[in-house]
Nanobody
């Protein structure tokens, strides 16, 4: 069972940037969908970004144009570059890894489907002040 460990969270001012990392304990390309999701206090969790086995990213509208998901297979690491941060981006951020169900197309790997991925990390806290 792969384990995921997030890092890179912190406190920044509005407009600032952070880069989150998600280190996997084993080779991740066997997992054909990886994603980031977040949970803010008192709110439902929200899928933020996903990347499929072909390296194609997919973003939630709320972060499109500001966040970039990427992966380094040689380092077994998933990244989330977050620019132009806003106070509403404040949340615990989690990475997730899993498999696209048989028969589903690559576009199944979307931010909203993070909940169906089998492995989640413990999260890293991002706080954005105004």
């Amino acid at each position: 069972q792969v384990q995921l460990v997030e890092s890179g969270g912190g406190s920044v001012q509005s407009g600032g940037s952070l880069r989150l990392s998600c280190a996997a304990s084993e080779y991740t390309t066997s997992r054909n969908c990886m994603a980031w999701f977040r949970q803010a206090p008192g709110k439902e969790s929200e899928g933020v970004a996903a990347i499929d086995s072909g390296g194609v990213p997919n973003y939630a509208d709320s972060v499109k144009g500001r966040f970039t998901i990427s992966q380094d297979n040689a380092k077994n690491t998933l990244y989330l570059q977050m620019n132009s941060l806003k106070p509403e981006d404040t949340a615990m951020y989690f990475c997730a890894a899993g498999h696209r169900p048989p028969g589903e197309k690559l576009r199944w790997c979307s931010p909203s489907n993070y909940r169906y991925l089998g492995v989640w990390g413990q999260g890293t806290l991002v706080t954005v002040s105004s």
